[in-house]
């Protein structure tokens, strides 16, 4: 597609719940990354992959946070037994080798 | 570990005076630097970047920075804003070799820009 697609856009769910985050990449780019910004915060990185590794997962905040990546392209982030702080906004961003990254508008998780 | 500071939280500046955002990095080479902005409500928009050569960086909407080895620094600076400016900026600083993407980029907290009428 013309830019990163997050899906969804918004989502509430109640606390102890699993969620499923969606991120298209920009069409041809190997790298894709996971960030998280909390309100008043800057931007946390979370993962990265090339291709369908992810060589660094250290930002990943606990063991109820996972990302795959299947066939280069599309990436799940999955929170599981969700908590009221992990509440925040999720950016997903590619790139193709050597070049900048390229964000997606995000998704919005409220916990309550 | 690469790591960046934004010392300011807010900044408030007069419509049509010039700024400068400041931005000091922590990296053991080279890095790849980059100023994005975020409108509210709006994803993150890749103002300007420095790999490499000319010190001095131009980007959209009339921004430039200047990268200063010496100083750990990349400012960014605009001659004279306007209203639809007042955003939060964020810098970052990315590895060498991957385009700030072998472990993905390291991001300032941001600084709020308000302008004022």
């Known amino acids: 597609g013309a830019g990163v697609s997050q899906s969804p856009s918004n989502k509430v769910t109640e606390k102890g719940k699993d969620v499923e985050l969606r991120c298209d990449p920009i069409s041809g780019h190997t790298a894709l990354y996971w960030y998280r910004q909390s309100l008043g915060q800057g931007l946390e990185f979370l993962i990265y992959?090339?291709?369908?590794?992810?060589?660094?997962k250290s930002g990943l905040p606990s063991d109820r946070f996972s990302a795959e990546r299947t066939g280069g392209s599309v990436s799940t982030l999955t929170i599981q037994r969700t908590q009221q702080e992990d509440s925040a906004v999720y950016l997903c961003a590619s790139s193709s080798y050597g070049k900048e990254a390229f964000f997606g508008q995000g998704t919005r998780l409220t916990v309550v | 570990a690469q790591s960046v500071t934004q010392p300011d939280i807010h900044i408030t500046v007069s419509e049509g005076a010039s700024l400068e955002l400041r931005c000091n990095y922590s990296?053991?080479?080279?890095?790849?630097l980059f100023w994005y902005v975020q409108s509210p409500g709006q994803g993150l928009q890749l103002l300007l970047k420095?790999?490499?050569?000319?010190?001095l960086v131009q980007g959209i909407k009339g921004f430039e920075a200047e990268f200063k080895r010496s100083q750990s620094s990349f400012n960014l600076r605009k001659p004279s804003v306007h209203w639809s400016d007042a955003a939060e900026y964020f810098c970052a600083v990315g590895a060498v070799g991957s385009g700030g993407g072998a472990d993905g980029l390291t991001f300032g907290k941001g600084t709020h820009l308000i302008i004022q009428p």
């Open positions: 420095y790999f490499s050569g000319d010190t």
């Open positions: 992959f090339q291709g369908n590794s992810a060589p660094d």
């Open positions: 990296y053991g080479a080279t890095p790849y």
